[in-house]
């Protein structure tokens, strides 16, 4: 089958790097200037969404004003704290890195989005290039308690989301942070365990389905670097226009 055959088949595509980047030492060289950036901390953010396991507990969803689903780098310290004194839990925590300054936020605009149109243009042909958004960030997992419990986003206004993994396979070793995807809990087709490593890259359709995934819990000092985008087209009912 096709990439577009596949990818609308089962909901999802597990890629290797090859069917997107032609120069592999320019791929390696801006992961690498991505990873090894000295940011400012308030470059950050986490998404930290709390839960509480008591009945009748806190419903913190509806309290986003004092208990933000997102919060800065700086207060996950204290949110820790929190959790583990009050017997909360959570079902994700990840970092997005807002710095969009200078090379980096070049290398995003031009090389990621670059990829991810040459992704679109083999995968949805009828969408024009010209009309595509992207809601994009680099995002990072480490081993302080880093990972996504499996979930749907739902379809609205995106078609698709393509992750592109940035950290050299030589350094996974038993890293955990695996990613899993699926169009039913329950029934095939369902991913093998995708190794979040350079190399690899996975994308999930949402313009037929609303596939399911999760991230492994991050393990052994391993920081997972990855390139995320969910794609929207200009004009369909939950776009955001000024996110190109």
């Not at 991505?34 to 709390?50: K, R």
């Not at 809601?135 to 592109?164: T, V």
């Amino acid at each position: 089958m096709t990439i577009q055959e596949t990818l609308l088949k089962n909901g999802f595509y597990v890629g290797k790097l090859e069917e997107l980047v032609s120069d592999q030492d320019q791929f390696n060289r801006y992961s690498d200037i991505i990873m090894n950036y000295e940011y400012p901390i308030d470059q950050w953010d986490c998404f930290y969404p709390l839960r509480d396991p008591r009945p009748n507990g806190i419903e913190f969803h509806k309290h986003q004003e004092q208990w933000p689903s997102i919060i800065p780098l700086a207060d996950v310290p204290a949110r820790d704290k929190y959790c583990a004194e009050n017997g909360m839990t959570f079902d994700q925590k990840w970092y997005r890195l807002l710095y969009e300054r200078d090379e980096i936020g070049r290398i995003k605009h031009e090389y990621f989005r670059g990829l991810t149109l040459k992704f679109v243009e083999k995968a949805y042909p009828y969408i024009p290039l010209e009309k595509v958004r992207h809601n994009d960030c680099y995002a990072l997992y480490d081993d302080n308690g880093c990972f996504i419990s499996r979930h749907r986003d739902g379809q609205l206004g995106k078609f698709m989301a393509i992750i592109i993994y940035m950290t050299p396979a030589e350094t996974w070793q038993d890293g955990g942070g695996e990613f899993l995807c699926g169009t039913d809990v329950d029934q095939n087709p369902v991913s093998d365990k995708i190794i979040p490593v350079r190399g690899n890259f996975v994308v999930l359709d949402f313009s037929r389905h609303d596939a399911w995934h999760e991230v492994l819990p991050v393990k052994n000092g391993f920081k997972r670097w990855s390139y995320l985008n969910f794609v929207r087209q200009e004009g369909q009912p939950g776009s955001v226009e000024d996110s190109h």
